[in-house]
């Protein structure tokens, strides 16, 4: 599938639905932010902006990055409706596998890029590792198990020894802060409740 294709088929997705998630944010992002002072953070494949949204309301000043137009515009609806300051967000849609900047950020994040269409994710992993500013971290969460209500998922489910070799860190620049499968409760499309597995890796990349 060429990146035309995958920008038209998430495109769809987000435009055929009111919501596509939840419009929380990720637990893993909450658990590691909160521990964190606020500075700049990079929230990769951001989606409608929950984790986004979240951040920026704790203090962070955050750019969020998605394929989709309709995605990353409903992010920047929502941030407005709830009076976030607008220098708190910046929303950016774009290819991942070809996006970048010039700028580093305290905190990156890249949350479920499992994709059941083509995603270059270890390159874009390593981008990512880049734009990490030295003291700041890097937090890579995947799907280890996919969700019992889930039809057709056929995407990877790195775990988070696999992620750590995609990453290919050098020890002298790095240090593991977390690489472990963790428990989070949830609740499926229908109601349903379940305990899913995520794949949650932490790096930090040391000061220079």
């Not at 981008?127 to 039809?151: D, E, I, S």
């Not at 995609?166 to 802060?177: F, M, R």
Request: charged content about 25%; glycine content about 8%; aromatic content about 6%.
């Amino acid at each position: 599938m060429s990146q035309n294709e995958a920008a038209q088929y998430w495109e769809e997705r987000y435009s055929t639905a009111t919501q596509v998630w939840s419009g929380r944010a990720n637990a893993s992002v909450v658990a590691v932010a909160s521990e964190l002072t606020p500075g700049t953070a990079l929230d990769l494949g951001c989606g409608e902006g929950g984790d986004s949204l979240w951040l920026a309301e704790q203090g962070w000043r955050v750019t969020g990055v998605d394929i989709s137009p309709t995605a990353v515009r409903r992010g920047a609806d929502e941030a407005a409706r709830r009076g976030i300051p607008a220098d708190r967000n910046t929303w950016v849609a774009a290819d991942l596998e070809t996006w970048t900047t010039d700028q580093r950020f305290d905190l990156v994040s890249a949350c479920f890029l499992q994709s059941n269409v083509t995603l270059s994710r270890e390159a874009i992993l390593r981008r990512a590792a880049t734009l990490v500013a030295p003291g700041g971290h890097l937090l890579v969460v995947a799907h280890a198990a996919p969700p019992p209500w889930a039809r057709h998922f056929h995407a990877e489910m790195p775990t988070p020894a696999e992620e750590l070799a995609t990453l290919d860190l050098p020890a002298d620049g790095w240090e593991t802060v977390a690489a472990e499968v963790r428990e989070r409760p949830a609740t499926g499309p229908d109601g349903e409740s379940a305990v899913l597995l995520d794949s949650v890796v932490i790096v930090r990349r040391k000061d220079a």
